[in-house]
């Protein structure tokens, strides 16, 4: 069967100019990962853009997986010149609008963070796993989060940041209150192996299906996830890098560059993964170059992919940024 999935027009602008290059890639990589080998190219059918591959029948699993491509608004069977629309609407467990409404400055694009969610669900080989667990270690205001919720995924995000866990803890409560769902906040604290203690809010959350899913905040260092989640690791972490040059406030009132950080924070990523699950890190190559970051993540106890599909997502956003995504993996012994 010859498959024809429509891309969708984007509202940003900037990201409409790549998003044809990274959804052919994105979806290359979903489909080794669920085991179908077909070659992605690229179709105008009046007008619109297609991705297009052949292959046989795809399993209820493989349907599921590959509509739910970041970029994606109709699949279809393509028989001739001729469009025949296929019901492989990606399940929902919530209104895919709730990552969209919140606006502020330096908001990763929910498209691309979806993205980053299923490069790491397709490398780490979690592709067809009920709930997966995502962990994001520096969610900000919990794009991620959001992400993941919706497509009915557990997730934690890691956040130091006070004002922007609760600016997403309050939206998150007005949204689900306006959409009329069933949720309730819970409020812990976890404690550290060094001494103190890490403020835990979970959002637990009835979806239209009327099951249950979580997302929780915590606040607290990023480099604090590792001991932290060590009993209960995610299977799959996303993280979209700093596009500055300086991050992470030291005791002593200075700034130590994102890399300081970076060195120290790799090893607590590794350790709150499980083994054999991978992370998708997305990156401004102008402030970090590709196999500069390689180099660090190796050196935490990451691995490189083999596969050339993982090796090149770089695109332009705007003058001091031009993005790119490294997927690593933590090795399976």
């Known amino acids: 069967m010859l498959y024809a999935f429509q891309l969708r027009a984007h509202s940003n602008a900037r990201y409409q100019v790549s998003l044809l290059s990274l959804s052919q890639k994105e979806l290359a990589c979903m489909l080794a990962a669920c085991g179908v080998e077909a070659d992605v190219f690229t179709r105008t059918l009046g007008g619109t853009p297609f991705l297009c591959f052949e292959a046989d029948t795809l399993t209820p699993a493989q349907q599921a997986f590959l509509a739910g491509a970041s970029g994606v608004y109709m699949t279809a069977a393509l028989q001739g010149d001729l469009l025949k629309p296929l019901d492989l609407a990606l399940p929902a467990f919530l209104p895919n609008d709730m990552p969209e409404v919140l606006k502020y400055k330096g908001k990763t694009n929910s498209d691309f963070t979806r993205m980053l969610i299923n490069l790491a669900l397709a490398a780490g080989g979690r592709w067809n796993t009920q709930r997966p667990y995502i962990l994001d270690p520096l969610c900000g205001r919990g794009t991620t989060l959001f992400c993941a919720l919706t497509r009915g995924m557990n997730a934690i995000g890691i956040e130091n940041d006070r004002k922007s866990v609760q600016e997403g803890l309050q939206y998150a409560d007005k949204w689900l209150q306006y959409h009329r769902l069933k949720h309730a906040t819970e409020r812990s604290s976890l404690t550290l192996p060094q001494g103190g203690s890490v403020p835990r809010t979970m959002l637990r959350v009835t979806g239209?299906?009327?099951?249950?899913?979580?997302?929780?905040?915590?606040?607290?260092?990023?480099?604090?996830?590792?001991?932290?989640?060590?009993?209960?690791?995610?299977?799959?972490?996303?993280?979209?890098?700093?596009?500055?040059?300086?991050?992470?406030?030291?005791?002593?009132?200075?700034?130590?560059?994102?890399?300081?950080?970076?060195?120290?924070?790799?090893?607590?990523?590794?350790?709150?993964?499980?083994?054999?699950?991978?992370?998708?890190?997305?990156?401004?190559?102008?402030?970090?170059?590709?196999?500069?970051?390689?180099?660090?993540?190796?050196?935490?106890?990451?691995?490189?992919?083999?596969?050339?599909?993982?090796?090149?997502?770089?695109?332009?956003?705007?003058?001091?940024?031009?993005?790119?995504?490294?997927?690593?993996?933590?090795?399976?012994?």
């Not at 590792?226 to 991050?247: C, I, N, R």
């Not at 054999?276 to 402030?287: D, I, K, M, P, S």
């Open 208 to 333: 239209e299906d009327q099951t249950e899913r979580q997302i929780t905040f915590l606040q607290t260092d990023t480099r604090n996830c590792g001991s932290l989640l060590k009993k209960h690791p995610a299977d799959a972490l996303v993280a979209d890098l700093p596009y500055g040059v300086q991050h992470a406030p030291q005791a002593n009132g200075k700034t130590s560059s994102f890399e300081d950080l970076l060195v120290q924070a790799l090893p607590a990523w590794r350790q709150a993964l499980a083994p054999g699950r991978a992370a998708a890190l997305a990156f401004n190559t102008y402030t970090l170059k590709r196999d500069h970051l390689a180099s660090l993540a190796e050196g935490a106890g990451f691995q490189i992919p083999d596969s050339p599909i993982y090796s090149d997502f770089s695109h332009w956003v705007e003058q001091a940024v031009n993005r790119d995504v490294l997927v690593v993996l933590v090795p399976k012994y």
